[in-house]
């Protein structure tokens, strides 16, 4: 049986990604290890999956695809961290960090003859700002990340999250799932076995600087947050059941159990913005920029819950042996 005593902070979210967590892959497949070469027999008294990391040349290589949420602060880029960047995190290389502390524990558990290395784990960041699933001037199919993407010719997993710029423009799921599968496929040219995991993107809010100083619900970039809670998680949720393996996270639920002032705050600005209601209520937005600085972008804090949470999802397919 798996191990999760990876950490309190990681334990304390694995709970949470069990409740929120879909799964359809197929029996046949071997998720993660279908890109392994080794194939003597196990020796005796090795447990199976401490076999399986045995050759120090092993590496898990995971690509993550997605809009600025992914690319965070840009840490994993050569350029200068932009001044607008900097209270980012960068949910990918925490998620690294997070696998390879449950990965050690998980070996220690089972006594595997050999101390895991940081190194069995490579982690590509491949997100970019403003893109989108679907066809825009900003379509992340023409954008050097993806063709970055496809260079990748060992990838063990993908990790996608895209949506949030979409509800700027949102046509209906159907067409949403056709590009979201579109996308799968061509990740899956040189591995067409290759496990995707799709994270929901987290929730949005109006940008609370200018709801402080003028009251307006104006959310940046003209994203719409009630389709990013709504049609885009939906569509999301339902290209992973139309897809064999494919894992779904909600993220977007994740975040609102870790923080359930976010919960109440998201429905006290529904009923606040609602300008047909005329609400005289109250709404104080003096702690969301700790954890979304303009509504949209998280902050390093939950950047790294984000990352914690994917982390959770991939230990599921890698500790089995």
Request: with cysteine; proline share 6%; hydrophobic share 40%.
């Amino acid at each position: 049986m798996a191990s999760y005593r990876f950490g309190l902070s990681v334990a304390a979210v694995a709970f949470l990604v069990a409740m929120i967590i879909c799964v359809n892959v197929t029996p046949q497949s071997v998720p993660l290890f279908s890109n392994l070469t080794i194939t003597n027999e196990t020796p005796a008294g090795v447990d199976p999956w401490c076999h399986q990391w045995s050759d120090p040349s092993i590496r898990i290589v995971i690509s993550c695809l997605g809009d600025s949420i992914t690319y965070g602060n840009g840490s994993h880029d050569s350029k200068p961290i932009e001044s607008i960047r900097r209270h980012r995190g960068n949910f990918p290389l925490t998620m690294r960090e997070v696998i390879v502390a449950g990965l050690r524990s998980h070996a220690i558990d089972l006594r595997c003859p050999f101390v895991l290395s940081p190194t069995h784990i490579i982690v590509h960041n491949f997100g970019a700002p403003g893109a989108t699933l679907t066809p825009s001037n900003k379509w992340y199919h023409e954008d050097e990340a993806y063709r970055k993407a496809l260079t990748v010719v060992n990838a063990s997993l993908a990790v996608v999250m895209l949506g949030t710029n979409d509800s700027k423009q949102w046509q209906n799921a159907t067409y949403f799932i056709e590009h979201y599968r579109k996308l799968i496929s061509s990740l899956r040219r040189a591995n067409k076995l290759l496990p995707v995991i799709i994270l929901a993107p987290p929730p949005c809010f109006p940008d609370p600087n200018v709801f402080r100083k003028s009251g307006k619900c104006t959310v940046i970039s003209g994203i719409s947050c009630e389709s990013v809670s709504d049609s885009i998680r939906n569509a999301s949720l339902t290209t992973s059941a139309v897809t064999d393996g494919v894992t779904y996270v909600d993220t977007f639920h994740g975040i609102m159990i870790l923080y359930p002032q976010l919960a109440a705050l998201k429905e006290q600005l529904r009923i606040k913005c609602n300008q047909t209601a005329r609400s005289n209520v109250s709404v104080n937005v003096a702690t969301l920029p700790l954890m979304f600085s303009d509504g949209v972008h998280p902050t390093a804090k939950v950047t790294h819950d984000i990352g914690s949470i994917a982390a959770t999802a991939v230990l599921k397919l890698l500790l089995v042996s």
